[in-house]
């Protein structure tokens, strides 16, 4: 390629501007080592000419077109002097050699902004990707200085260089002039450009977490004979587990450690080294590092503590050791981390501190804690789980969990992903990657108190989000392994039905309840005695054609909750002591002539407070009852049966509170005491769990072959034979999703027959999940593992689970993931009539004066303007005649209201006169109103259309990112926390399910009383509200509060906006490590 190479330097700079420090960055190369892009500066005069003569006459012809053995004096000097606008210089650098330059330069021609390019790579390091990585960098650089277009002189020959141009994403104009080729193209942001950034991107991070995940030799710096000691146990763990490269312990006293030679440094190591361990005290780790560069070490585990996690001094030296390596092509783990490693036989990898590693298995787990992690790997082994990786990243200084969720994307072996997180580096990139990882791998995920306590935000705002992003958030290890055993070994359900087989009444009960619970819906399979002529409805459970409830249209309860049916017709009571049974004919109780064959449970009509479910609210059919609460601590309000109000207990409403499991349901009520509800995965906004309807539906919905609300209770004589014959029928009925048994002898007997029965049954009827309770073990059992080759446990082995409850929640949250999975993908839409360009260039202004301020009232309202968010009209005056001229202006109706927060923020409205028809009443409200607050400052504004008060807000937030919260207005609103929320940019429907989502939501729809409000115009908000912060990233808050929506509109009253320095936004423009 070509480049100018003019005698004429008056346009060279003398004294160059400083680069811009953002410019400065490390990137991964296809190949995923480290290499530092930064901009050229007069200093690289040497490096320049030394990497020049570097270059083979190949390079140097395709480069320049015919021989160039040496820049001459007044080239460098062009080449090295820029203004980083029209002449712009960037370089690739490993440790203190150039690698790569990449340039370019305006053209003068007429029309927009168009700049040659013109790059250049070392021979050694062709192939890596490198010129992409430039043209990206260099492209970013041009479009902040308003350069639209590059042109390239491309040698016809050159086909690399035409590929890199090609496959970079962009619309090339080519044209052709004998030997040379002339590309022309546009570098506006494209979705092609970014879909071809991501994939880079995630190819080349994925081969840096896989070199260091599989070396081909280990060298343990400050090995020790001493098992006690750090660098005495890794050194231990790794020769023991059978690592499959060389090891090299490093000590600078001993010539041999453990049976192996030693060697006082690195660099004496004769063959080369891919992975350094490093257990040295904090002084020694400059020493170390500088070591492990010159021998050309390509990645760092640093077991060593004291730095990031003592204060201030310890996070700068963690920097500058994390900087200093990646300047040399090192990635690292750590500090202060427990360890990586790789049970594929093939590596045979424990670098880490754990003596004992799981089997091998199809999990991988990221841990951020390093005393945690060995806690957790011996959790993994007691459980018979099998992990494929493991790291322990401690500090996360570099490699975090984001690299692990691209490596294990695209890793064969991995089918589960574990996380246990503390913080995320990059929140944006974590929310974008969970996304797209989950839609193929199911992401598990504890996040300590530590997450939401740095960020100022409670469990729910962790809950939603990574409910967004498709992860499974549990609460503790045990649950993460609940749910990873069951994702490892058993499909995914495709529903939420669940038939509960068992032996114990008492536990199948218990199963029965977590099931509801949880929101999943309990089906009893028909059986052959079922069908008999003895045959009896089972407790809880309706036979299809069994007479409807008039009230509730649904089928009638038959028995007390306490009592099972085995497979004989016999009745068996908790303990499992025989009840004499009824008969099919029998025709009610005589105290209850309206029951249908029940003689002990008297129906439940619709809207009671049956304190089983969970249900809040008062059970007053006339509404009359206001502010009466249920002993189960739900929330007050009138129980109207139709009204759906906030505390209803309603079963069909859709009310707030209620246990109601039908469609529209607004919160699940948790047996815990938490009523807000699992996080909604489904899409429709609403934080039940269930959307279908309720345990016990409409008989018109139940299909002959099923009885629902029940247990298959075997009794507790039950033999393998009585277990297999109930599962597998369980398996095989249309009305079940998966099937949860329980297995609990009444006395010690051999279980190997049970497992075989249990295994037997999952495979002659694949593709639903089933979970057990067997003798109350926990993970998998050896009874029901299905052994691979290595004798690991495979897929088709049936998890176990110490209580009923536990199995319940664990299938309850993967079905809801596997509901979020199958999904259609929603696009992020952009609302029309947005102006970026005017919003940028106000936000740059108003920051050029002051550095980062909140904005005006008037200010806020030409921001949001930019992007069609508009503020209800005001005027703001100073006097009583002021505010009557603005009044008539805006027309009648209006509303005057003081300026000062502490008054806008009373929820007495003391502040605040509405409904002023006249020039009269607005003098008066303006004389009241200023003896009130002391302030002639007022705001006269149109009154806008009655609705609801809502409220939208966006903070950025350093933990979370971008984060939009959503709810009603109000003192007890805000009281109650009932609030949505949802990382940004938003997809159209998260839009619409963050409108959905607080559990006061059904108050925006219509109801008696009411007419439901223009939620599309919130989304449309919302969504909007999205967009500006996606594309102003020096936007740091908003509040609109209160935002009136109306049946036809959605009207902010109120706005408020702060702007800031531009974050660091690791996830937006050319690729660079955080």
Avoid at 236 to 243: D, I
Avoid at 756 to 782: N, Q, W, Y
Avoid at 841 to 854: C, H
Wanted: proline share 7%; glycine share 10%.
């Amino acid at each position: 390629m070509t480049e100018p190479l003019l005698p004429d330097t008056s346009d060279t700079p003398a004294n160059p501007p400083a680069p811009p420090q953002h410019w400065y960055g490390d990137v991964l190369a296809a190949d995923g080592g480290v290499v530092r892009v930064r901009p050229i500066v007069p200093a690289d005069a040497d490096a320049l000419a030394a990497f020049h003569t570097g270059l083979s006459d190949r390079t140097r012809y395709l480069r320049y077109f015919g021989p160039y053995p040496q820049i001459s004096p007044k080239d460098m000097y062009r080449t090295t002097h820029v203004d980083y606008r029209d002449r712009v210089g960037l370089v690739a650098v490993l440790g203190t050699a150039i690698i790569g330059v990449a340039r370019y330069e305006l053209l003068a021609r007429q029309g927009p902004r168009a700049a040659e390019v013109a790059f250049v790579v070392a021979d050694e390091h062709q192939g890596r990707g490198l010129g992409s990585v430039l043209l990206e960098h260099l492209a970013g650089a041009a479009a902040e200085n308003e350069v639209v277009a590059f042109v390239a002189e491309v040698l016809a020959e050159n086909e690399a260089m035409i590929t890199v141009f090609r496959e970079a994403g962009y619309q090339l104009q080519r044209s052709r002039d004998g030997s040379e080729v002339h590309l022309e193209f546009a570098i506006d942001p494209t979705e092609a450009l970014r879909t071809v950034r991501d994939s880079r991107e995630a190819a080349s991070e994925a081969r840096s977490v896989g070199n260091l995940l599989a070396p081909r030799s280990v060298a343990v710096i400050g090995a020790s004979p001493e098992q006690t000691r750090v660098g005495g146990a890794v050194l231990a763990n790794l020769l023991a587990g059978g690592f499959s490269g060389p090891v090299f312990p490093v000590n600078l006293h001993r010539r041999s450690v453990r049976g192996v030679r030693a060697y006082a440094t690195v660099s004496e190591i004769p063959d080369e080294v891919d992975l350094a361990v490093v257990a040295v005290p904090p002084a020694a780790i400059g020493a170390v590092l500088d070591d492990c560069m010159a021998k050309g070490v390509k990645g760092l585990i640093v077991l060593t503590a004291g730095f990031g996690e003592t204060g201030a001094a310890g996070l700068a030296a963690e920097h500058d050791l994390v900087a200093a390596a990646r300047g040399h092509g090192m990635r690292v783990v750590g500090p202060s981390a427990l360890g990586i490693a790789n049970t594929d036989p093939a590596v045979g990898l424990n670098a880490t501190l754990a003596p004992v590693l799981p089997q091998r298995g199809r999990i991988g787990f990221f841990c951020q804690s390093g005393p945690l992690g060995a806690a957790i790997l011996g959790e993994a082994a007691a459980r018979n789980l099998g992990l494929s990786t493991f790291v322990s990243a401690g500090n996360r200084a570099d490699v975090s969990g984001n690299d692990l969720l691209q490596y294990w994307d695209t890793a064969a072996d991995t089918e589960v992903i574990l996380l246990y997180l503390e913080s995320f580096g990059n929140p944006r990139k974590f929310s974008r990657l969970a996304r797209r990882v989950a839609r193929g791998k199911p992401i598990v995920a504890v996040s300590s108190g530590r997450l939401a306590a740095g960020a100022d935000m409670d469990r729910i705002v962790v809950r939603d989000l990574f409910g967004q992003a498709g992860i499974i958030q549990v609460d503790s290890i045990s649950e993460l392994f609940d749910c990873a055993a069951l994702l490892a070994c058993q499909p995914l359900p495709k529903g939420p039905r669940v038939a509960v087989v068992g032996n114990s009444a008492a536990l199948n009960w218990l199963a029965i309840d977590a099931a509801r619970s949880e929101g999943l819906r309990v089906h009893r399979p028909v059986t052959a005695a079922d069908r008999g002529p003895g045959a009896r409805p089972t407790e809880r459970g309706v036979r299809s054609g069994q007479p409807l409830d008039p009230d509730t249209q649904s089928a009638r309860p038959q028995e007390r909750v306490e009592r099972g049916t085995d497979r004989a017709g016999r009745t068996w009571g908790l303990l499992g002591v025989r009840r004499g049974s009824r008969g099919a004919g029998n025709a009610g109780s005589p105290d209850r002539p309206d029951s249908a064959g029940s003689t002990d449970r008297p129906r439940r009509s619709t809207g009671s407070t049956d304190r089983s479910r969970g249900s809040a609210g008062s059970t007053d059919r006339t509404g009359g009852s206001a502010g009466s609460t249920d002993r189960m601590g739900g929330s007050a309000g009138p129980a109207d049966r139709s009204s759906g109000s906030v505390g209803s207990a309603d079963r069909t409403s859709g009310s707030v509170g209620s246990a109601d499991r039908s469609p529209g349901s607004a919160g699940s009520t948790d047996r815990t005491g938490d009523n807000t509800g699992p996080t909604d995965w489904a899409g429709d906004g609403t934080n039940s769990p269930d959307r279908t309807e309720g345990a016990v539906g409409p008989i018109s919905q139940m299909a002959d072959s099923a009885i629902v609300d029940g247990p298959v209770d075997l009794g507790p004589e039950a033999t393998p034979a009585d277990y297999r014959e109930a599962v597998l029928a369980a398996l095989r009925s249309d009305e079940v999703d998966a099937v949860i048994v329980v297995v609990a002898p009444p006395v010690p007997v051999p279980m190997e027959g049970f497992g075989d029965a249990l295994r037997a049954a999952a495979a002659a009827a694949p593709g639903k999940p089933v979970l057990t309770t067997f003798v109350a073990e926990s993970g998998i059992p050896r009874q029901l593992a299905v052994r691979t080759t290595a004798g690991a446990p495979a897929r088709g082995s049936i998890p176990s689970y110490p209580d009923p409850e536990r199995a319940a929640r664990a299938l309850a949250r993967v079905d809801r993931y596997a509901r979020w999975r199958d999904r259609p993908i929603s696009p992020v839409v952009r609302p029309p009539g947005i102006d970026t360009a005017a919003a940028a260039a106000l936000v740059e202004g108003w920051l050029a004066e002051s550095g980062g301020r909140w904005l005006t009232d008037e200010e806020a309202v030409r921001l949001l303007g930019c992007y069609g968010i508009d503020v209800v009209e005001f005027r703001a005056v100073r006097d009583a005649e002021q505010a009557v001229a603005a009044a008539e202006e805006l027309g009648f109706p209006v509303a005057a209201k003081a300026t000062g927060e502490l008054w806008r923020r009373r929820p007495d409205l003391i502040g605040v006169r509405l409904d002023l028809w006249g020039p009269d009443a607005v003098r008066q409200a303006y004389t009241d109103l200023v003896q009130i607050c002391g302030d002639p400052l007022l705001h006269v504004q149109k009154m806008a259309t009655k609705g609801v008060g809502c409220v939208l807000r966006v903070t950025d937030d350093p933990s979370f990112g971008s984060v939009i919260q959503f709810g009603l207005s109000g003192m007890i609103i805000d009281l109650l926390g009932d609030r949505a929320y949802r990382a940004l940019p938003l997809t159209e429907e998260e839009a619409t399910a963050l409108i959905d989502a607080p559990r006061a939501a059904p108050l925006l729809s219509d109801g008696p009383g009411r007419v439901g409000v223009d939620k599309a115009a919130l989304a449309e908000l919302a969504q909007r509200i999205s967009a500006l912060f996606d594309d102003i990233p020096q936007m740091r808050e908003l509040s609109c509060d209160p935002v009136l929506a109306a049946a036809a509109s959605a009207e902010i009253i109120y706005a408020r906006a702060r702007i800031g320095p531009e974050p660091s936004r690791f996830d937006t423009g050319p690729r660079r490590l955080a």
